[in-house]
């Protein structure tokens, strides 16, 4: 397990997890189990952030885990509905909850998710604080919805890719870290330095995920790999083997032109993205934004 080597954030997580489980109780039964698997298997990572965070503070505050709990389970409401859009049929080496009962139920299953984060969020967190979480919410959905109005648009730049994983993925990293932070008691500058932290990381991380999908291991990422590629999804190692190499970019265009991509396009596009560099180059990219969050460049 990830946190075994940290027995104080593994001990401070157990408890946000008896938050999460009893959370997700409801009267359907199979509603109800659906949602303790989809559970399972995570990181965690957001709560640790937030418990990290909490760290830099004096004061010692119960609230921090229905926040750290809320804010996880936010984020399991965005990927349910996230599978819907991306017509996913596995998440985590699991069927999804679209693949298993349709889109309808799957809806709700986000919307009863979303639900439950607010009232643990509302319990822990002041009504300003609040309206940032909500305006956060609010940006990581308008991300989505120009990521899908945006499939299969190989004009897309560097810049626009950037702005948009800010909100749909470092949003919710910067609020763990800001939540914790402000929970505890840190005066504003910390505050301020930890979002950033989390920021930072949240960039990283997304590209490292946008790597993961066209080179990670299947078994482990729990996604076929290229699906980005078949959604028609422009992530940054493919814009930067576009700009590296037109012939290649007037390629793809040709491939994706009816917006349809086989099993083989999509292996000769993820060997030309490694043939052209825009894996090493993202990777340089990934630590660039860790240094950022290291030293507060």
């Known amino acids: 397990m990830l946190w075994d080597n940290y027995p104080e954030i593994k001990q401070k997580l157990a408890k946000v997890e008896e938050i999460i489980q009893k959370s997700l109780r409801c009267r359907s039964k199979p509603f109800e189990e659906f949602l303790h698997t989809l559970s399972s298997g995570g990181k965690r990572l957001r709560p640790a952030f937030t418990i990290l965070a909490a760290g830099f503070g004096k ?28 017509d996913a049929d596995t998440r985590r080496g699991k069927a999804t909850a679209n693949k298993l009962y349709g889109d309808k139920i799957a809806v709700y299953m986000g919307d009863f998710l979303l639900t439950r984060a607010v009232l ?27 990521q ?3 499939r299969f648009d190989l004009s897309i730049s560097l810049f626009t890719y950037l702005k948009r994983i800010a909100r749909k993925t470092s949003a919710l990293f910067a609020f763990s870290c800001g939540e914790g932070a402000f929970l505890s008691g840190c005066d504003e500058k910390v505050q301020k330095n930890l979002v950033k932290f989390g920021f930072y990381f949240g960039m990283a991380f997304q590209m490292y995920d946008d790597v993961l999908n066209l080179v990670g291991d299947e078994a482990k990422t729990g996604k076929p790999r290229g699906n980005d590629i078949k959604e028609g999804i422009i992530t940054i190692p493919l814009i930067i083997a576009l700009r590296k190499n037109p012939a290649f970019a007037e390629t793809v265009s040709g491939i994706m032109a009816d917006k349809k991509v086989s099993d083989a396009e999509v292996g000769l596009i993820i060997n030309e993205i490694l043939n052209s560099g825009g894996i090493d180059d993202t990777r340089a990219w990934i630590d660039r934004y860790l240094k950022k969050s290291r030293y507060d460049a």
């Open 120 to 146: 643990l969020l509302s319990k822990s967190l002041p009504e300003d604080r609040l309206e940032k979480i909500a305006g956060g919410l609010k940006s990581i959905c308008e991300a989505e919805i120009e």
């Open 59 to 86: 004061q010692e505050n119960e609230k921090i885990y229905d926040a750290a709990a809320g804010i996880e389970i936010l984020h399991m409401a965005t990927l349910v509905h996230d599978d819907v859009i991306d």
């Open 148 to 150: 899908f109005f945006s």
